[in-house]
Every structure is written in C-alpha cells, then in structure tokens.
T-cell receptor
Framework: DTAVSQTPKYLVTQMGNDKSIKCEQN?????MYWYKQDSKKFLKIMFS???????INETVPNRFSPKSPDKAHLNLHINSLELGDSAVYFC??????????????FGPGTRLTVT | GQQLNQSPQSMFIQEGEDVSMNCTSS?????WLWYKQDPGEGPVLLIA?????ELTSNGRLTAQFGITRKDSFLNISASIPSDVGIYFC??????????????FGTGTRLKVLA
C-alpha cells in the first residue's frame, strides 16, 4: 500500500484555469505538508497542517489555498494558474510536530505544467 | 525565502570512493535531516539527527549534527552506482513564538561513475 499518495501525477492546463491536487496518507500521521520543487530542484515548503490546523503558511500567492478535510487528507487548490506555477508539487506527512516526530514521508509528486 | 546552503552543488565520483557533503545555515536548528531524491520520485529520509554533536549511521551513510547547531555533514562510504541522486539536508526548528520552520537545502547532485 502506498503511504503517501497524490493525484494526479501529471497535470497540464492553461493559464487562468483553476485546478486541485489531492493528497492522502495512510500512515496515521497528524501532520501534512505541501512543497513546491522548481526546475532547479529547490524544495520550498508552502503549507503545513497539524491535526487539521494550519501551522506553516509560507509566503505564497493567495491563489494557493490548502484544505484539510481530515488528518489523512490535504488538498491544494490553485486559482488563476500562471506560467510560473509550473513545478512539481510534493505532499508529505510526519507523525507530528514534537521532537523526533519531524521525519517526513513524501508522495510521488504532481508535475504541473501551465501553458 | 531562506534556504540552507549545501556544498558541493554537484559531484562526480568513481565507484568505491567515499563522499562528503555538508549543509550550513545562519540560523540554529533543533533537528537536522538528510533525504535522497531519485529522478521522478519524492525525497526519502536517510538519517535524522536530534542533538548537537550527534553522530548517526545508516549502513554506508554517516551524518553528524554540528556542535554549533548551524551545520550538518553527510558521508557516504564506498559509493555504488545506485547512490546517484540528489541529497538534501533539512533543518527544523520551533521559535519561542511557536512558529514552525522546516527548510530544505539547495541539494547536492551526486553522480557515480562505474
């Protein structure tokens, strides 16, 4: 069974569209994350939820909105897509946010291409 | 945003050689972690370090949490072709305000020549 899964794996869309990426973890973890990896492979954290509460909200355009319906799911919705949003988006989860619980497990990534 | 500086940025080595890479920051972290990313996949955790000065091994990999808490090192002994990939360090801390910080390094791209 896949520990952290993301859908879709590939997403090609036009500028101005709205799209969502879904993430699910079956590890029983309390904390989930969204990362953006650009073409230079730099990994940047975007958001983190702990027990459905937003705990990390980095400076990203407000066109990006995370939603956590429960501890096992963290979705990412992007409005009015722009060319610069093209990247690989990774979901991750960790047991929690206390000491020795920060080890993150990553999903396979969603490659978003905006044309 | 802040990023951790990793060195070297990339390296080509011969199979069987030992590899060393490091990660430095201007900020203190409470936890240092090392991940490896294979092409087309997400990063996978290799080693986690929780205490300044801690030295931890995982097979041929050894990592250390710097005494100053501002750096960490990863060594790979007797490299093999499957060691190829991008190695990321990551630092984690919680400010007194309760703000969480989780930052990844710029990555070290390793290529192993058979």
């Amino acid at each position: 069974d896949t520990a952290v899964s993301q859908t879709p794996k590939y997403l090609v869309t036009q500028m101005g569209n709205d799209k969502s990426i879904k993430c699910e973890q079956n590890l029983g973890h309390d904390t989930m994350y969204w990362y953006k990896q650009d073409s230079k492979k730099f990994l940047k954290i975007m958001f983190s939820y702990n027990n459905k509460e937003l705990i990390i909200n980095e400076t990203v355009p407000n066109r990006f909105s995370p939603k956590s319906p429960d501890k096992a799911h963290l979705n990412l919705h992007i409005n009015s897509l722009e060319l610069g949003d093209s990247a690989v988006y990774f979901c991750a989860s960790s047991q929690g946010v206390r000491a020795r619980n920060y080890e993150q497990y990553f999903g396979p990534g969603t490659r978003l291409t905006v044309t | 945003g802040q990023q951790l500086n990793q060195s070297p940025q990339s390296m080509f080595i011969q199979e069987g050689e030992d590899v060393s890479m490091n990660c430095t920051s201007s900020s203190i972290f409470n936890t240092w972690l090392w991940y490896k990313q294979d092409p087309g996949e997400g990063p996978v955790l290799l080693i986690a370090l929780y205490k300044a000065g801690e030295l931890t091994s995982n097979g041929r990999l050894t990592a250390q949490f710097g005494i100053t808490r501002k750096d960490s090192f990863l060594n790979i002994s007797a490299s093999i072709p499957s060691d190829v990939g991008i190695y990321f360090c990551a630092g984690q801390s919680i400010a007194t305000s309760g703000t969480y910080k989780y930052i990844f390094g710029t990555g070290t791209r390793l290529k192993v020549l058979a």
